[in-house]
């Protein structure tokens, strides 16, 4: 057994002093051709043989971190998510600031010479309730005895006609509206060709009743209809405040009689700002 032992230790020694030597010839042989510029053709021949495999490796592995990474990037990318929509929810809040500091200072402006108009002096006052009592057309306002408010002051816009005070309170106070039923003016067509004259009546609704009007009066869809100043003592409506304009005519059930209504200048629905004559 020991020849046989020594004969395989032998041919080891043989083989891996042959794969050293092959080794060193390899290696001189690479230096001597990329000294003078020449390919090796023993690399080349291992590159080309060995990079298909390692090119789908790569592949492979490209495939697996597309496939796999958002369970690793997934907590930065809900992060960064949370960051955007905060910071878009603070630039949309920003500008629905900026849209409304616009849309009021347009209206300012619009009110502005209105308010300093000299003929009769005006008080500004802010809407703070719509419609507080269901049964009857009236807002609050933000002016009451302390400011100079009576019973009986007409409050306008710079568009038209609003109503008058009806009760008064230290701070603030109520205005019973046009289209309150209970509301009249005396009013007239300010169509130079017509001045017919009548009464504007609230029916409850968003319109207003023109009646009283002379059966030959001259009056057509369109017209403006504005305060007539007329009443006497009652008639709290100074002359020539718009009220509004005819948007429909037609006959009565008798036929013997006209159905005149108005629709008022003002959106009373909509009102901020108001003012009241004194």
């Known amino acids: 057994m020991l020849p046989i032992d020594r004969e395989s230790q032998r041919r080891r020694l043989i083989a891996v002093a042959s794969c050293i030597i092959i080794g060193i010839l390899l290696g001189v042989w690479h230096n001597y051709q990329t000294s003078?510029?020449?390919?090796?053709?023993?690399?080349?021949?291992?590159?080309?043989?060995?990079?298909?495999?390692a090119n789908a490796i790569s592949a492979?592995?490209?495939?697996?971190a597309r496939q796999t990474g958002w369970i690793f990037a997934g907590k930065g990318v809900a992060e960064e998510n949370a960051r955007l929509k905060?910071?878009?929810?603070a630039l949309?809040?920003?500008?629905?600031?900026?849209?409304?500091a616009i849309i009021a200072n347009d209206r300012l402006r619009k009110q502005l010479g209105f308010a300093n108009d000299p003929k009769q002096p005006r008080l500004a006052a802010e809407v703070v309730s719509r419609h507080p009592f269901p049964k009857f057309e009236t807002i609050i306002i933000s002016r009451g005895s302390r400011d100079g408010v009576d019973i009986h002051n007409v409050v306008v816009s710079a568009e038209g006609l609003i109503g008058q005070v009806y009760?008064?309170?230290?701070?603030?106070?109520?205005?019973?509206?046009?289209t309150d039923t209970g509301a009249a003016v005396g009013a007239m067509v300010q169509r130079a060709e017509s001045r017919a004259v009548g009464v504007v009546k609230g029916?409850?609704?968003?319109?207003?009743?023109?009646n009283y009007l002379a059966k030959d009066a001259d009056v057509k869809v369109g017209d403006e209809i504005i305060t007539s100043g007329m009443g006497g003592p009652?008639?709290?409506?100074?002359?020539?405040?718009?009220?509004?304009?005819?948007?429909?005519?037609?006959?009565?059930?008798s036929g013997s009689d006209r159905i005149i209504t108005v629709k008022p200048a003002v959106a009373l629905d909509h009102l901020e700002e108001v003012f009241i004559l004194r």
């Not at 510029?37 to 298909?52: C, K, L």
């Not at 009760?167 to 046009?178: G, H, R």
Request: hydrophobic fraction near 35%.
């Open 234 to 253: 009652l008639g709290v409506f100074p002359k020539g405040i718009v009220i509004g304009s005819i948007s429909h005519i037609k006959s009565d059930a």
């Open 86 to 89: 905060r910071e878009n929810g």
């Open 167 to 178: 009760d008064v309170s230290s701070t603030t106070s109520a205005v019973l509206l046009i």
């Open 203 to 210: 029916n409850g609704s968003a319109s207003l009743n023109l």
């Open 60 to 64: 492979t592995g490209g495939w697996i």
């Open 36 to 53: 003078r510029g020449r390919s090796d053709i023993i690399t080349n021949t291992i590159r080309t043989v060995t990079t298909p495999f």
């Open 92 to 100: 949309l809040e920003q500008a629905n600031a900026n849209r409304e």
